[in-house]
């Protein structure tokens, strides 16, 4: 089996342990909290994190620090001959590319990703790349096949427009228009990009949309399905059982993660797909 280890980073949603089970590095992104920087899942937890934007904190995300990402994989080469290095969407973030203009000096030991996801789904691509890996395709083989292959389709459902305001999604003016008239945006992630899928008066609705939406497929079996949520655990239970009668499919729930909790805030869902892969 090839000598190489799969990378991602905290956008992936996984702790220290996850991380450690499934055999993933992983680099962790600053988060600017109150003017003061904690390194994602090393210098602040999730729960701390959910509390602190609760008490009204404003956060900030920005790329991993390319010194220590240089570092990382310095440190990974020593153990192992090459890394995949899969990051969040290039849609997303710039990451992407300071990691691609960064790896030119690891000359070839170090292979780039533009998968353009985002979340769980992230994690869950690292877990097949991993297993293609295991059955003896190359770091090349794996990149093209994801980059030409690889679909994620996504609807969130952020509770409270105040979460958007403070990171300077929407203006205060249209937050306050919003929760006067009780508006509750879906969020698609489509392409690597985040966009508007629509916006309905209560929450519940919201759900039976982002439902509708991501169900529109024509063979269910083809596609792996889950749900992200942000500290809403008894409901993502509910919506997975609706999820599960509607397409037919097992449906698994994961935590969302402080990076893009940061942008629509705690009491977050979402219902995500991602199209299986086959060499």
């Given at each position: 089996m090839p000598n190489i280890a799969v990378m991602?980073?905290?956008?992936?949603?996984i702790n220290t342990q996850q991380a450690e089970s499934l055999k993933l590095a992983v680099?962790?992104?600053?988060?600017?909290?109150?003017?003061?920087?904690?390194?994602?899942?090393?210098?602040?937890?999730?729960?701390?994190?959910?509390?602190?934007?609760?008490?009204?904190?404003?956060?900030?995300?920005?790329?991993?620090?390319?010194?220590?990402l240089i570092q990382q994989w310095s440190d990974l080469l020593k153990e192992y001959d090459e890394i995949l290095y899969i990051p969040l969407s290039s849609g997303l973030s710039g990451s992407y590319q300071s990691a691609l203009t960064a790896s030119a000096?690891?000359?070839?030991?170090?292979?780039?990703?533009?998968?353009?996801?985002?979340?769980?789904?992230?994690?869950?691509?690292?877990?097949?790349?991993?297993?293609?890996?295991?059955?003896?395709?190359?770091?090349?083989?794996?990149?093209?096949?994801?980059?030409?292959?690889?679909e994620l389709w996504a609807a969130l459902i952020p509770e409270k427009l105040e979460y958007l305001k403070r990171g300077g999604r929407i203006s205060a003016a249209a937050a306050a228009l919003g929760n006067l008239l009780k508006i509750v945006p879906i969020l698609k992630v489509e392409h690597g990009g985040i966009d508007v899928l629509g916006k309905v008066r209560t929450v519940k609705k919201a759900y039976q949309?982002?439902?509708?939406?991501?169900?529109?497929?024509?063979?269910?079996?083809?596609?792996?399905?889950?749900?992200?949520?942000?500290?809403?655990?008894?409901?993502?239970?509910?919506?997975?059982?609706?999820?599960?009668?509607?397409?037919?499919?097992p449906v698994t729930i994961h935590a969302m993660g402080p990076i893009i909790m940061a942008h629509t805030g705690p009491r977050t869902l979402g219902y995500g797909r991602v199209k299986k892969l086959k060499f």
């Open positions: 991602t980073d905290s956008s992936a949603d680099m962790r992104f600053p988060l600017m909290i109150d003017g003061q920087e904690y390194i994602e899942e090393i210098e602040i937890k999730t729960p701390e994190f959910i509390r602190k934007m609760e008490q009204g904190a404003i956060v900030k995300t920005s790329q991993a620090h390319l010194g220590k000096a690891f000359e070839g030991r170090v292979t780039v990703v533009d998968a353009r996801f985002a979340c769980y789904p992230l994690a869950w691509l690292c877990q097949w790349a991993r297993e293609q890996i295991q059955a003896g395709h190359g770091c090349e083989e794996i990149k093209n096949k994801i980059e030409t292959e690889a949309v982002g439902l509708d939406a991501i169900a529109q497929v024509d063979d269910p079996n083809e596609y792996e399905w889950m749900i992200v949520e942000a500290d809403m655990k008894e409901e993502a239970e509910e919506l997975k059982q609706q999820m599960e009668e509607r397409i037919g499919q």
